[in-house]
């Protein structure tokens, strides 16, 4: 178990902190484009970091994200004037552009040269892939973007999607490298039953080596981009099923899932630091081949996914930071616990697959005591985690250097997948192909004995 002063460092994000620091020298995907539709539309708050921004589209179609309050007396630019190329605190007119120059003070005499000693706090942005992107870290010329493979496919092929979580960002991010509580949190009361052999065949390979060994063997591989890691359960005879995820310094998960079928879509997570106490979790469901199908969206609209919530399933719009992504079930309602459903069909008695983690991660507390943990070999996999983000920080406040993957985007270009092996083969070699990007494949399913290659 973490020590408290490890503790602090994991969780902490302030300006100033190590952990801060390290993930300010990458880029955060801060908003979706739609959320700034037009060039003027109205300005937003945004709190990252444990700082509060305001983001605007200027007249030019070009995004900001300056801090909330104007340096002249404090007062809030979200209140502001969004026009002619800058956004105007109101209080008394001073004006700024995107990159923090004030370029009009009507409040000082014409022959005044004040406004151009004024630089307000300003990070740049870019837009891609359907995603502003805010770099808050102190580089003038900042690093390019994560080369993950999402970004890369056209905007029909991906959704993309966010939630608030009331909880610190690394207890979200912990969840989702976790295998073994898929068998359990996620499951359903049924999973729990004795089947019949024929019941048993009918089910998906995945399900079927979940129910039989619900105690997962982590295998970890620490690599240049974070951690590599294999969760090995039984198979058949002579066979070990993988589940095979990957975190991504600073916050960035790939987790196998749905890899059993001939045709499919693929995930990837973030989980941005709001402040200490929550966090913002950005999902992206994709397919690198091909336009997304409206079942499948209708699936994420439902809340089957671990990132996604249909609008429906959202607080009413708020102009608080992140407002329009409050989820309905929360603390307040118990998540809409059904204990009806709870002892007849699912293991939780949540109904949303994302308010089932959502749920237990909150219930920590806002920042969870680790040093109060009693872990065991299924942690494993958390550990490294752990172990990996608090040696980078210490390793960037000790040297300066700039951290994995910051320099080397490509870094990014792999794929979580399953696959069934012979029960002696290793699996790092056997799934090399299956876990790095090929443009041009998609491969995906398990069969007995063999991991299914692309098409």
């Known amino acids: 178990m973490p020590s408290n002063e490890d503790n602090e460092l994991l969780t902490r994000v302030g300006a100033g ?6 993930i300010r020298q990458y880029w955060l995907p801060g908003l979706l484009s739609t959320e700034l539709p037009t060039p003027n539309s109205d300005p937003l708050r945004v709190r990252l970091l444990g700082e509060d921004l305001i983001a605007f589209r200027d007249s030019d179609g070009r995004v900001g994200m ?3 309050h104007c340096p002249h007396r404090g007062a809030s630019l979200f209140f502001g004037r969004n026009e002619e190329s800058g956004l105007r605190c109101v209080y008394h007119g001073w004006k700024y552009d995107v990159a923090g120059n004030c370029v009009d003070m009507p ?25 502003i992107w805010t770099y808050m870290g102190p580089l003038s010329d900042p690093p390019a973007l994560p080369n993950l493979e999402w970004m ?13 979580q009331y909880s610190n960002w690394v207890q979200a991010l912990e969840g989702e490298i976790d295998s073994s509580h898929l068998g359990f ?57 993988y589940r095979i995820s990957h975190f991504l310094l600073p916050f ?7 890899t059993e079928r001939d045709d499919p879509t693929r995930g990837t997570r973030a989980f941005i630091p709001i402040d200490d106490e929550s966090v913002m979790v950005f999902a992206t469901t994709f ?52 204990r009806n459903a709870q002892r007849a069909t699912s293991f939780t008695g949540i109904a949303e697959f994302w308010a089932q ?13 680790r040093t109060r943990e009693h872990l065991g070999s299924s942690d494993s996999a958390i550990v490294r985690m752990r172990a990996r983000l608090i040696g980078a920080s210490k390793q960037f406040r000790k040297t300066g250097a700039c951290p994995p993957g910051v320099e080397d985007p490509d870094l990014y270009q792999v794929r979580a997948s399953v696959a069934v092996l012979p029960r002696e083969e290793p699996w790092l070699p056997a799934t090399e192909d299956l876990r790095r990007v090929v443009p041009g494949t998609n491969p995906g399913g398990v069969a007995v004995g063999l991991p299914v290659g692309g098409r």
């Open 17 to 22: 902190t190590p952990m801060g620091d390290l």
């Open 287 to 338: 397919h690198p081949l091909r336009p997304l199908r409206e079942t499948e969206r209708a699936v994420l609209r439902t809340g089957g996914g671990a990132g996604y919530v249909g609008s429906d399933h959202f607080l009413p719009g708020a102009t608080a930071p992140f407002g329009n992504w409050r989820p309905i079930a929360s603390a307040e309602n118990d998540y809409l616990l059904d």
């Open 66 to 68: 300056v801090g909330a």
């Open 357 to 369: 983690d959502a749920a237990l991660q909150e219930s920590m507390g806002a920042i969870c005591d």
């Open 185 to 241: 949190a996620h499951s359903r009361v049924t999973d729990h039953r004795a089947l019949s052999p024929e019941q048993e065949r009918a089910l998906s390979p995945s399900l079927r080596y979940q129910r039989r060994d619900t105690h997962p063997r982590f295998e970890l591989v620490e690599t240049d981009y974070g951690v590599l890691i294999a969760a090995r359960r039984g198979a058949e005879a002579d066979s070990s099923y």
């Open 107 to 131: 409040s000082e005499p014409p022959e005044s040269s004040f406004k151009d000693r004024i630089r307000h706090t300003a990070y740049p942005c870019i837009e891609h892939a359907g995603v």
């Open 252 to 258: 960035w998960t790939l987790v196998a899932s749905g």
């Open 152 to 164: 890369s496919v056209p905007d029909d092929h991906r959704i993309l999607a966010k939630r608030v």
